[in-house]
C-alpha cells in the first residue's frame, strides 16, 4: 500500500498507541476523584501538560487538551465572540479557512457578528496591506491558518502576529494543524494569542488535540460543566489521549529537526515528474508546505483517478477530507482565481516523513498509465 492522503489522517505511531493503551489500562480512575487513584491520574495529566508546554515551548497554564481541530477551532473562535462581544463584533480571517473556520464564523452572522473575508494571490496567500485595511475599531479577531490544507500555501503568520500587536483589543488565532511539525512556528512572543494542533495529523490518535491559549486571553466556554482546563473545556479528561498526544508531538518535533530535508527531496522529485506530466497542471505554489501537492488534470474527473489509483493500493485525495464529498468545485482554488477546469479536476497529494522516493516513482508510474488508459477508452 502507499499511502499519499495524510493530510486527511496520518496512521498512528506504535508508541503513540502503546502509550494510549498503556494509560487506559493503568490510569484508568478520573482525575478529578479525590481517592489515590484520582490522585495518581491527575499527577499524570499535570506531567502531560508540563511535557506539552515544554515541547511548543509555552507555559503550562496555556494548553488545553481537547478532541482535535474541529473543536480547537470553535472554542478559539466562539470563545473570543461570546467572551468580548462587548468591545466589537467584527472579525477578519480568509477565504481559504478549513470549514471548521468558515462556519464558525459563518454561523456568528446570526449573532449579529460581522465577518472580512480576506482574498488570496494565486499562491493561495493574503495581502498585508489588505489585513491593515481590513482592521477596525470593533475588530476583536484575526483567524487564519498557518498552512492551507488543499493547496499547502504558508500564509506570513508572523507579520500578522506583528500586525495584531499593535491593537491591545485584538486577538490573533492560528489555525496549526497542517503546518505542525512541518513548517516550524514559535508560539510565545510571536503575537498569537491561540493556536490549533490536532493529533492525528501527526501520527497521533483521532480524538485528540491541544489549544494553545495565551495568558490572560480569556474565553467564553462551549461546554459548561465540572470547569476541568481551567474551565475553558469542562468535561473528564481524556487522559490516555492527552498523554497520547505529547507523545505524538515529541516524535513529531524529532522528524522534524532530523527530516524535513527528506519531505523536501519528496516534494521537488513530485513537482518534477507530474510538470513533465502533460495533462497535468499544477496548482500548489512553488513556496508551499513540503508535504502537500494539489494538481489537476483537466478533463478527468477527480474521483475517476483516485479509483483507478486505489485499484492500484495507491491512495490520494480530492480536496479537504472534511468537504469531498460535496460539490465537485474546489472552494479553496475558485478562491486562487484558477479556471473552472482546474477547480472541478484537482487531486491532493500529502505526504508524511515515513513515504519515500520508491512509493513516489510507483505513483508517478501508475498515474501515467491511467492518463493513457482513460484517454485510449475516450477516443
Not at 466556554?221 to 468535561?235: D, K, M, N, T, Y
Amino acid at each position: 500500500m502507499i499511502y499519499l492522503d495524510n493530510s486527511a489522517t496520518t496512521k498512528p505511531a506504535p508508541s503513540v498507541l502503546k502509550s494510549f493503551e498503556q494509560v487506559s489500562t493503568a490510569f484508568f480512575a478520573n482525575p478529578s476523584s479525590i481517592h489515590p487513584m484520582g490522585g495518581e491520574a491527575e499527577k499524570l495529566l499535570i506531567q502531560a501538560k508540563r511535557q506539552a508546554a515544554d515541547l511548543l515551548q509555552v507555559e503550562p497554564n496555556e494548553i488545553v487538551f481537547t478532541s482535535g481541530g474541529t473543536e480547537g477551532n470553535n472554542i478559539a473562535i466562539k470563545g473570543i465572540a461570546l467572551e468580548h462581544q462587548n468591545r466589537g463584533k467584527h472579525i477578519i480571517t480568509t477565504d481559504i479557512e478549513h470549514p471548521s473556520v468558515y462556519n464558525a464564523c459563518e454561523s456568528l452572522k446570526k449573532l449579529g457578528f460581522e465577518i472580512t473575508y480576506l482574498p488570496v494571490n494565486q499562491s493561495g496567500v493574503i495581502d498585508i496591506v489588505d489585513l491593515k485595511n481590513a482592521i477596525r475599531e470593533d475588530t476583536i479577531l484575526i483567524s487564519i491558518m498557518h498552512v492551507n490544507n488543499e493547496m499547502g500555501s504558508i500564509q506570513p503568520i508572523h507579520e500578522i502576529g506583528k500586525i495584531a500587536n499593535q491593537y491591545p483589543k485584538l486577538f490573533f488565532h492560528v489555525d496549526h494543524v497542517q503546518g505542525f511539525g512541518k513548517i516550524p512556528l514559535d508560539l510565545a512572543d510571536s503575537g498569537i494569542d491561540l493556536c490549533t494542533i490536532s493529533g492525528h495529523k501527526i501520527h497521533g490518535l483521532k480524538g485528540t488535540g491541544i489549544l494553545y491559549v495565551k495568558q490572560r486571553t480569556t474565553l467564553f466556554p462551549l461546554f459548561h460543566g465540572g470547569e476541568q482546563e481551567q474551565a475553558i473545556r469542562s468535561g473528564t479528561e481524556n487522559l490516555a489521549g492527552a498523554v497520547s498526544i505529547v507523545k505524538a508531538i515529541r516524535l513529531m518535533k524529532e522528524k522534524e529537526k532530523k527530516d524535513q530535508l527528506h519531505l523536501y527531496e519528496l516534494q521537488q522529485y513530485l513537482v518534477r515528474e507530474l510538470e513533465s506530466i502533460k495533462e497535468v497542471k499544477l496548482n500548489s505554489p512553488k513556496e508551499a508546505a513540503p508535504h502537500i501537492i494539489n494538481f489537476s488534470i483537466p478533463g478527468i474527473k477527480p474521483e475517476v483517478i483516485i479509483h483507478m489509483l486505489s485499484d492500484e493500493d495507491i491512495f490520494i485525495s480530492t480536496k479537504s477530507a472534511c468537504s469531498s464529498k460535496k460539490t465537485d468545485e474546489s472552494k479553496i482554488l475558485a478562491a486562487c482565481g484558477l479556471s473552472e477546469d482546474r477547480t472541478t479536476s484537482a487531486l491532493r497529494v500529502s505526504m508524511s516523513y515515513e513515504n519515500n522516493k520508491e512509493e513516489l516513482k510507483r505513483f508517478i508510474n501508475v498515474l501515467r498509465e491511467k492518463i493513457r488508459q482513460f484517454k485510449e477508452v475516450m477516443e
